[in-house]
């Protein structure tokens, strides 16, 4: 049963730094690519990274290039987002989603999220 | 960047009505189109992968076409878990991948 769970969220102050994980289970996370997904508070959802299966490529979005960084320890199991230079508008529910397939598909399987508030 | 439109924003329908949410890309992409149910307070959920194909165990009442640049996702017979806001997405050219701004489905 492959399941996803997303920790690490709180309140960070603006500037700041945060590391999110992803710890997964049910499947052979050097298979899959990963995304991570974020959601603001009352809006749509939007993508904001994703790391192929074998970690060769990364891609970002727009908003987040050169301040996140994604990545992945197989032997854990754990997938990561390392927020760095934290922005209000960085205030989301943030969820890692499995992909279909090597990164190039979107994802089939989604944790449940963790919310992370930047405040100060 | 590739947009996705999705229409309407926003529906009200009862159960056992047939619903249809369009969602329209600024540049074909081929099959590369997935669908998602979000409900309230919940982690979104894969509904259709590659324009048409069901993912493992969704409700044969979900269905979804098309190909290149509309695609439609089609609810035969609205049930009240059916409720919740849908996404289409497209991974044809990334980065960025793309979703719509969502179409909330709610009771009439």
């Known amino acids: 049963q492959v399941h996803l769970v997303e920790s690490g969220g709180g309140v960070v102050q603006p500037g700041r730094s945060l590391t999110l994980s992803c710890e997964v289970s049910g499947f052979a996370s050097s298979s899959y690519g990963m995304h991570w997904v974020r959601q603001g508070p009352g809006k749509g959802l939007e993508w904001v990274a994703v790391i192929w299966s074998d970690g060769s490529k990364t891609y970002y979005a727009d908003s987040v290039r050169g301040r996140f960084l994604i990545s992945r320890d197989t032997s854990r199991n754990t997938l990561y987002l390392q927020m760095n230079r934290v922005r209000a508008e960085d205030t989301a529910v943030y969820y890692c989603?499995?992909?279909?397939?090597?990164?190039?598909?979107?994802?089939?399987?989604w944790g449940q999220g963790t919310l992370v508030t930047v405040s100060s | 960047d590739i947009q996705m439109t999705q229409s309407p924003s926003s529906l009200s329908a009862s159960v056992g009505d047939r619903v249809t949410i369009t969602c329209r890309a600024s540049q074909t992409i081929n099959h590369y189109v997935n669908w998602y149910q979000q409900r309230p307070g919940k982690a979104p959920t894969l509904l259709i992968y590659?324009?048409?194909s069901l993912h493992t165990g969704v409700p044969s009442r979900f269905s979804a076409s098309g190909y290149g640049t509309d695609f439609t996702l089609t609810i035969s017979s609205l049930q009240p878990e059916d409720f919740a806001t849908y996404y289409c997405?497209?991974?044809?050219?990334?980065?960025?991948?793309?979703f719509g701004g969502g179409t909330k489905v709610e009771i009439k």
């Open positions: 989603a499995r992909d279909r397939s090597d990164g190039n598909y979107g994802g089939d399987y």
């Open positions: 590659a324009a048409s």
């Open positions: 997405q497209q991974t044809y050219s990334i980065p960025p991948v793309t």
